[in-house]
């Protein structure tokens, strides 16, 4: 919905609030006219329900005005005497029409001095669960939201297990466009697995006024723009899945490349602007290593420093199955397998294969190697063990699901670019050879109708060659570089993707600890209430943090004693 057909909503809004509480108004001592003008109208229902003016603030933000509602309707009926359960339950199924019926089929009259104190213990306790879920949601949406790390693709600077604050504010909280949603949730609701929202109407995109703009090497929480494995795995079908903006995968990257900026990835290193990207001292990049062995490897002689460590098989295959086009076409839809080296009877691969196809092509396992995923200094101390042969840095080959899905480009994930990060307000020339890169942002990002006759483009039914970006992009990826699924594959992170920065570690626990037990003892103290971005290393603010809560705590006790003598 655009902005006009949410303002002849809101129109239509009063008049059914006019037609269904006139009647009220003027039982309270006001006029019929009150209830007709807009946003006046809910100023003087506050005086009438004696509830603070500022509620008819909380009615106009998405996702808290759908919890303030019910409670208006119900205060509005307690106020003219219909404090039965049945009466709450049938405002709240009729969506306030309810109110039509008191306010045209019954007595109804005004209680001008009606206690605002909950009637039992069980209306109190709901009173204020119902206003502690307001709260918390408002703080969810606009302020602070809680999140969580389910892979490894930021390791080290941010481990699987780690719980986050992230903050709206620093880039600017964007509103909700979906506007019928389930508090407090992402996409589905808990324990069902249905969707929590409806995917109509739909606010127009709008973002609050931030504290600064997303730089080089800050790591970012956005919504996913794919949203579906299927398009990051080789599938170049183009079919667009719809899900609203806000309602897509969340997740968290490092933005090595801002709008701008010229990026090119080199040996699984990224370029910016011609010049090697620096980041951060706590980023600690990874990379998969072939690790050969003087002998077989087992959990006996391998590096015990490194048993923890994300790791895949090297495998022997004959050079003719290898070289055979339709064995590398069934290895691009189910392995992901780089070839390491090879003699005049076999090559070697590393990576990963179903057990089910390298069966098949007869596949074995080479005893004394092994695919192990390593930072700078692991791989330095790896080369210096004793048992060590060789330690070679996995360069991936050629990946049609490299973005943008060119095979001509012959890209990878380690070797890609240099490609353009587009930036609001800058013009491009789009042809046939240009327009992969920018096709999902014309059609699906902005928004445009695009349509391509024989070798002439169209945009909204005009043809163009050149288009102009309405807002940033950015290419976000993960330091793990050899297990992220991040923009090597899906393209560009549009700003209206962006969710906010985490600001703070607040938990830590190794989340795949077998039991609830083994979890606990899991538990990672020095990382908790940590700083995401800094310098140095983290420091943990967790002894300063639990002395505030005992404080408050101590101080409610204290307050609570003296309250009783």
């Keep these: 919905m655009t902005y006009l057909e949410w303002f002849i909503f809101f129109l239509a809004i009063q008049v059914i609030h006019f037609l269904g509480t006139w009647k009220l108004y003027v039982k309270?001592?006001?006029?019929?006219?009150?209830?007709?003008?807009?946003?006046?109208?809910?100023?003087?229902?506050?005086?009438?329900?004696?509830?603070?003016?500022?509620w008819i603030i909380l009615l106009f933000i998405p996702i808290v005005n759908l919890l303030m509602f019910p409670v208006i309707w119900i205060e509005t009926i307690r106020t003219f005497g219909f404090y039965k359960k049945l009466d709450s339950f049938l405002v709240i199924v009729t969506l306030g029409l309810y109110i039509f019926y008191i306010n045209y089929a019954t007595d109804a009259k005004y209680n001008a001095e009606r206690s605002l104190k909950p009637r039992s213990e069980l209306g109190e306790w709901v009173s204020s669960i119902a206003f502690a879920i307001i709260a918390a949601t408002l703080v969810h949406t606009y302020f602070m939201q809680p999140f969580t790390i389910p892979t490894s693709s930021l390791e080290k600077s941010l481990l699987v297990g780690d719980y986050l604050f992230v903050s709206k504010f620093h880039y600017g909280a964007r509103v909700p466009s979906t506007v019928i949603a389930a508090p407090m949730v992402h996409d589905s609701l808990p324990f069902t697995g249905t969707a929590s929202y409806l995917k109509s109407p739909q606010l127009p995109y709008t973002r609050l006024p931030g504290l600064q703009k997303i730089k080089n090497n800050d790591i970012v929480c956005f919504n996913w723009p794919a949203d579906t494995l299927a398009t990051m795995w080789g599938d170049t079908s183009g079919k667009f899945t719809y899900k609203p903006v806000d309602k897509k995968t969340n997740y968290v990257k490092r933005s090595v490349g801002i709008a701008g900026d010229s990026l090119e990835i080199k040996d699984g290193y990224v370029y910016i602007n011609g010049q090697k990207n620096k980041l951060p001292y706590r980023a600690k990049i990874q990379f998969y290593y072939t690790y050969e062995a003087k002998s077989a490897i087992d959990r006996n002689n391998f590096p015990q420093f490194l048993i923890n460590k994300e790791r895949t098989g090297v495998y022997k295959i004959l050079n003719e199955y290898w070289n055979n086009p339709k064995v590398q076409e069934a290895f691009e839809k189910s392995a992901n397998l780089s070839k390491i080296g090879s003699d005049s009877l076999y090559t070697e691969v590393a990576g990963g294969v179903s057990q089910d196809l390298a069966s098949r092509l007869k596949m074995t396992n080479v005893a004394n190697k092994i695919n192990i995923n390593l930072t700078e200094d692991e791989f330095n101390q790896l080369k210096k063990h004793p048992s060590t042969v060789s330690v070679k840095k996995v360069n991936y080959r050629a990946d049609v699901g490299i973005f943008p899905h060119i095979k001509?480009?012959?890209?990878?994930?380690?070797?890609?670019?240099?490609?353009?990060?587009?930036?609001?307000?800058?013009?491009?020339?789009?042809?046939?050879?240009?327009?992969?890169?920018?096709?999902?942002?014309?059609?699906?990002?902005?928004?445009?109708?695009?349509?391509?006759?024989?070798?002439?483009?169209?945009?909204?039914?005009?043809?163009?060659?050149?288009?102009?970006?309405?807002?940033?992009?950015?290419?976000?990826?993960?330091?793990?570089?050899?297990?992220?699924?991040?923009?090597?594959?899906?393209?560009?992170?549009?700003?209206?993707?962006?969710?906010?920065?985490?600001?703070?570690?607040?938990?830590?626990?190794?989340?795949?600890a077998a039991s609830f037990g083994e979890k606990i003892k899991s538990i990672r103290w020095d990382r908790m209430f940590t700083t995401v971005h800094g310098d140095g290393e983290p420091v943990s603010y967790r002894y300063f943090v639990f002395a505030l809560i005992g404080l408050y705590f101590g101080y409610s006790f204290y307050r609570g004693k003296k309250a009783k003598k």
């Design 408 to 512: 001509e480009n012959q890209w990878s994930q380690d070797n890609m670019g240099p490609i353009y990060i587009p930036k609001a307000g800058a013009t491009v020339k789009i042809d046939a050879k240009s327009l992969p890169y920018y096709e999902q942002i014309i059609k699906n990002y902005e928004n445009n109708d695009l349509q391509i006759v024989g070798d002439n483009i169209f945009i909204n039914g005009k043809k163009a060659d050149s288009y102009t970006f309405k807002q940033d992009y950015y290419w976000m990826m993960g330091d793990n570089r050899h297990n992220s699924l991040d923009a090597r594959y899906y393209g560009y992170t549009p700003f209206d993707h962006v969710l906010g920065k985490p600001v703070m570690v607040w938990f830590s626990w190794d989340a795949n």
């Design 28 to 54: 309270a001592g006001r006029k019929a006219w009150e209830a007709a003008m807009p946003i006046y109208n809910g100023i003087i229902l506050m005086q009438i329900i004696k509830r603070p003016k500022w």
